[in-house]
């Protein structure tokens, strides 16, 4: 490969800095090298220093942390925080900080590459970007008029500086509805689109504080007293945002109670009140027994449940929907809800918010009209009446009492809680069930942009950091080809697919082959579910191209392109952080990378010019509803900066800008202000305005589409049902690969239940190749309690085979009590260091916890939510140990420190 | 005398390897070679009362430094003007004898110059009146760096907001460390050895 050989000619380290400015400044400034730190001059140092600084912002993560780049001529040498950010305050972590190893790292891909030969080769050649763009945009426009544009698919992943909305703009672009990423149905969409269905509040304004919500916890007078991190660690996954936030929050005079729900105790577990050590895949089990244990209780809000929820409104039975005054035989339309007054004892219409003088009922069952109407608050109440905190206790493997006291935290009268609901729960197919349940419970709660709490509508920034997508680009006819439209209609919300009907479209050709892929991610073998389904998947599959930084273990396997992205360090786009704006811009821009927007465009440029008629309906205005495509650098930002009123340029001069003042920003209850046509409270996005503590939202979504089907001829269109209705109120599943024995997916040859998590120093499957970061985990530890360790023999610090129904993989045993009995945990990893060597699948096999994960039913029915999480193993020692070729020790990353060069021309065009 | 040294609130630190990156990309640190490591304490005791946390472990700025007694040649020495302990390279004659004194083990061998090399207090940032690295980036904001005598230091500053039972040196046998690490007995027991 073009880069392997690049490998092997790296400068050592020192003759890294010496071209650094380290060395630059300080000799240039006259200290001795002997004592270089006592001495200095500063008006010498300043006068014979031409480093420059650049603002700009982080992606080796999704936090965007605002950093300084120090530049010396066109080169990189140094990073640190930037302190004008509201969030970062001037922090970065490991991961940002060594952005300079990978942004010139001696693996980049530098040039378009074409494979010679077969599959499974080392042979590339180097080809122009025309010619790239060329092939790749014939063979589209060749496989769309002979297969159908619906037989490429295109994906994406969450590491490594992508663009989220690309892909799908790409994909409608080209005219296909099979556009993917292994997030979506397993990380972040459940718990946003949870929230747009029964809080409506738009995006993002949900429980994932790792995906930039919970703003008010970043103003140290936030009222907030305690949180719940609910299978979320602040503390490793947005390290200097919400980690930060955090820190600031404990160490304010009255502190910060915290209750956290994670079975490893996590640096945030180890500072918490509370830790409760949960079995993964058992969170929809603990949050009925909260829900039950706060309405036994009486904690809840009820005079908030009572306006603002659907809690009191009555369900018809035969529907399962709320009872309209029509079908009560009460005065009044189709579209008017009805409750119980306990003050007359009668069905009364409702007369938004609620009527005077009425009392609605909470709970209870009323006959209406002939038939037995309960209300929302009554099912809530049945449906978690089993859940007592002693068989959450027992199913979830806690203690009672440290349940009891985490809700006793968490409903303190005198305090203000929020529940952080973090990623784990996406992650099995209970996905959507505990993403309800955990809004369901601050409902209850009154939690609802409050000042300290969790869920808020502060305003919106002007400028945006996602584009957006086309959805409606696309053709009805289309969009039902999309793999898994009509039985997970959760996916629809994001304008994705459900990711095992596309693998077995790819490999078995059903329901239509899929011919060519795009994939713009770091490695798929790392975080796709069941990974080595790749290798049985890809032969079937005509082209395949690959677009990243670097070559990873798919590119190598089975791409037939490689096109080169950029890093952050040479990427624009302007990142929306509370009341400001935070730039990332380019510092430099090494080889012939292009920033992925711009090779998306540049491919459906190249295909309209060569007649792909749907290619060129993105550029046009009408088909696009306003929203074209960019064709350039220059376009992209004046989309992105909106109707701001600041220019791409300002923001670049400045780093950080305030759109507008705190105070402007934080706006508290939203919902109560008056709408001036009605008169009125403006409410919530529901139908109803309320928020849906009985789901009803979710029954109509599984049923009809609403309100996410949509295509060229309709802004709504009607899609028949799923399978089965989506339930309104959560209910538990024992995982269908149970530990405990009795349970139907039971099996004593895999005793143990294991799970995943985040680290610090990596993001998703991005970073193994960075030497700083490798040499503080350079292979992935498996956590395991000494009372498991002695029962199957593992020694701590010794390699140890993990074998699930599917594969068997190693772990670096760590026998700790950081994780509970039963339970096993370790994260997603691969070895970039066997790339090129004689056996490449070492990379993706030796250690790679994704080829034990599940991605068979049953699935999630909303989003077909697989399971990377809570699925059981077994676990024996493995004597013979890691593969030789295995890179452990610091030296060992040697080859991978950084090759600085030169800053080259972009290679298209700016477009102004 | 100053007494310049590095607080890190444990109570706030989130173990992100941050400083240690910092600190290798602002000293030109080898792979392998460290001034400054992150090093994991615990988990121990009985649930729900376990203790774990991660201590960034550096030089800790001596008040009587172990390492300044044992050098034959006076390469590691107390800078007359600022307090501070260092080594001069140029003395060194890579003896180790201080990385034995050393009850941290937080000196350092370089394997390319042969010489013993440690946390300086980037004093080649601080002379020009910024913060060393590992401070200025902390994500946590977890790192202070100053004066323990100046009671209007970001240490001091920061050491005054907690009570006694919360302030921590590493063991002391008499070499009093001057680095102090804030632990709150509510998020678990300190351990003085690491």
Redesign the interface.
Known sequence: MATASQASATMSRRSFVKASALCGAVAASGIAATDCFVKADPARAAESNDVKIVKTSCRACIAACAVLAHVQNGRVIKIEGNPESPMSMGGVCAKGLAGIQALYNPNRLQYPLRRVGERGGNDWERISWDEAITDIATKINEISDKYGSEAITVSTGGGGNPHFSNVKWFGESINTPNVWEPGCAQCYLPRMAASQLVYGAGKPNNLSFADSNGWDYYFDDTPVTSLVLWGTDPSNSSVATGGRALAELRAREQGLKTVVIDPRMTLDASKADVWLPIRPGTDAALLLAWEHWIIENERYDAEFCKTWTNMPYLINPETRLTLKATEAGLEGTDKDYVVWDSKTNQPVVVDYPMNEGVDPALFGTYEVNGMQCSTGGELLKRSCEEWTVEKAAEVCWLDADQIVKALEIYTDPEGQSGIMQGVPIDQYPQSQQCALAALALEFLMGNVEKPGTMLQNFKGCPVKDQLGNTPRLLSKEKVMKRAGYIEHKGLMDWDMCFIPDVMTMMKDGDPYQIHMWFDRSGNKHAVLGNSLQLDEVTPNVDCIVHIYMYPTAFTRMYADYALPCTEWLETNLPIPQLNTVVVRQAVTHLFETVEEGIIWTNIVQKCAELGNEAAARAFDPEATFGHVLYKNEYEKQKQHMGTSGITWDELCEKGVMEWCSVDEYRTYEVYKKIDEKTGKPKGFGTPSKKLEIYAESNTILGRTGYPWAKCAEEEHFEVPPASADYEPLCYYVEPAESPVEGAEGYDPDFPLVITNGRLPMYHHGTLRNVPWLREIYPVPELWINPADAEKYGIEDGTWTWIESRRAKTRGLAKVTTAIPKGVLYQERFWNPEFLNSDDPKLAYTAMNYNVLSKTDAPYNPEYGTYTLRGFTVKVYPCPEGAPEGTWMKPEDFTPWLPTPSDPTEEVFDYGA | MARNCIVV?L????????C???C?????I????YWNK?VEV???GD??D?????VPSMCQQCEDAPCVHVCPTGASYR?P??NIV?V???KCIGCKYCMMACPYGVRNWNA?TKTVEKC??????????ELP?CV???????RFYGDLDDPDSDVSKELA?YDADAIHTLEDVGNHPATHYIWSP???EWKERI
């Open positions: 609130n109570d706030r630190c989130t173990g992100c390897y941050g240690e990156v910092a290798k990309m602002e000293n030109d080898a792979l392998g070679e992150v615990g988990p121990f649930y729900p376990i203790t774990r946390y991660k800078d003007e600022t260092l001069d390279r140029e390319e300086t207090l980037c004093g080649h940032l601080t002379a020009q009146g690295a200025k980036s902390c994500a946590a904001g977890a907001r509510k998020h678990g």
